[in-house]
């Protein structure tokens, strides 16, 4: 079955690892959950990208603030698709993260989501698996359905509550 990795940069990030992790969970998409730091465990990092596809990942969630080369040093040992998941720091309220992780070099592609963009990583994870794995998207078609009617929802109730409105 569909395996995402989903790597941090650092335990910081785990809050919007768990965003996205539930996300896969949600569409029934196994992951692992990883901490490794491109700058202090860089061995680490390509080790794992080379052994990646061994382990039967099929795609990568990284996940990074600040001077965030997770994504593309992942990228760059690996031939499997890396998302990038920029995260908001401290610092340029994480257009830092974000300018780190979609500027990469030709020959080295990472999907870039938008800065804390977890649920849309998982997402987009998951349109890319369901290439191979075609049972998916009847769940991907079914989680659109739900925000669809989500939205139509709040709307009629909105319309209804607003006294005078159209």
């Known amino acids: 079955m569909a395996l995402v990795a989903v790597v941090m940069g ?3 990030d785990l809050p919007v690892a768990r965003r996205c992790t539930e996300t896969l969970e949600r569409l029934s998409i196994g992951f ?31 996940i990074a603030g600040k001077a965030a080369h997770l994504a593309g040093v992942i990228a ?4 499997l698709p890396v ?9 340029l309220d994480g257009l830092d993260s974000l ?25 987009l994870a ?5 290439i191979k794995y075609p049972q998916l998207r009847e769940r991907l078609e079914s989680y659109a359905r739900q925000m669809r009617e989500e939205v139509l ?3 009629e109730e909105l319309r209804s509550n607003t006294e005078g409105g159209n």
């Open 99 to 123: 300018l780190s992780t979609v500027q990469m070099p030709k020959g080295v592609p990472v999907a870039t989501v938008a800065i804390d963009g977890a649920e849309n990583a998982a997402l």
């Open 76 to 79: 760059a040992c690996t031939c």
């Open 126 to 130: 998951a349109r890319i698996l369901s």
């Open 10 to 12: 650092s335990k910081s």
């Open 83 to 91: 998302i990038g998941l920029p995260v908001k720091s401290s610092t």
């Open 32 to 62: 692992e959950l990883r901490i490794m730091s491109a700058h202090r465990t860089p061995s680490t990092v390509v080790d794992y990208a080379l052994s990646a596809r061994e382990k039967e990942i099929d795609v990568i969630v990284a």
């Open 153 to 155: 929802k709040n709307d």
